[in-house]
């Protein structure tokens, strides 16, 4: 379902926050939102950790994708510590967060993860959640806070489309039989409208304040559409068949 989607301009230049500094001197509203935007991430990224070990791991079909899912879980872990370094230059301490439960943890809602119950909803859940998730980060890559912005440059970016190519191969390996395919259709259409929300709102206010200060380039709804039309001929290539209700 295609939305009508009002093109926000920014009023700042990419990477234009160069330093801690810099942010302490910036208006409160992007000194608010770019904390917020940041905490989400910080946040996600030790979930991450949390979903590979606590759930992928203990579904793994064998000790090859245990290993894998240990490294995915160290890399979650490494990228929440370049982004709690991130905050700490700006006074903003994250390591409450590796004290918590998952479901203490608010900022980044994964309840939906949670629910994944087989190896095959695992690679769904890789091939295209962690995809949503990727789209995000590029968009991060270009933050106007460079500190931000260089972690994604630098590490991140790499890593996650490693997770992305991971869950491809379970699902591609999987489209190449019969009952496979048709297991992977069942995954897809599970998970489909819970990955479409990880856009949030289409036409969230919050959205358009990050893309004014710069934070991000596009709203949740020109993401959304972005994703959806990057994502259809993958599907299509595996004879998967996108779910309509998005």
């Keep these: ?11 700042i ?41 606590q759930i992928f791991y203990n579904l793994a079909p064998n000790a090859f994708e245990k290993m894998i899912c240990c490294e995915r879980a160290a890399e979650e872990i490494q990228h929440y510590m370049l982004s709690a370094e991130v905050l700490e230059g700006i006074g903003v301490d994250t ?18 993860v949670r629910g994944v119950k087989t190896w095959m909803e695992r690679g769904i859940f890789s091939f295209i959640g962690e995809a949503v998730v990727l789209e995000h980060l590029l968009e991060f890559q270009q933050s106007s806070y460079k500190p931000f912005a260089d972690i994604f440059a630098k590490q991140i970016i790499k890593d996650e489309h490693v997770h992305v190519a991971h869950g491809y191969r ?4 999987a489209c190449e039989t019969g009952s496979g395919l048709r297991d992977a ?26 893309v004014k200060w710069g934070l991000r380039k596009t709203t949740n709804g020109e993401l959304r559409e972005r994703f959806i039309t990057k994502t259809r001929p993958r599907l299509e290539s595996l004879n998967l068949v996108m779910p309509e209700n998005y």
């Design 1 to 11: 379902m295609e939305m009508a989607i009002e093109r926000v301009t920014s009023v």
């Design 170 to 173: 379970i699902i591609k390996d």
């Design 13 to 53: 230049d990419e990477h234009a926050v160069k330093t801690p500094e810099d942010f302490r001197q910036m208006p409160d509203e992007y000194q608010q939102l770019a904390t917020r935007l940041m905490l989400i991430h910080t946040e996600g990224e030790l979930t991450g950790a949390d979903d590979y070990i």
């Design 95 to 112: 390591s409450f967060m590796l004290q918590q439960n998952f479901l203490e943890r608010t900022n980044y809602s994964n309840e939906f």
């Design 185 to 210: 259709q069942a995954a897809l259409d599970r998970f489909w409208p819970h990955l479409m929300e990880l856009f949030g709102h289409p036409l969230s206010e919050r959205s358009r304040l990050y």
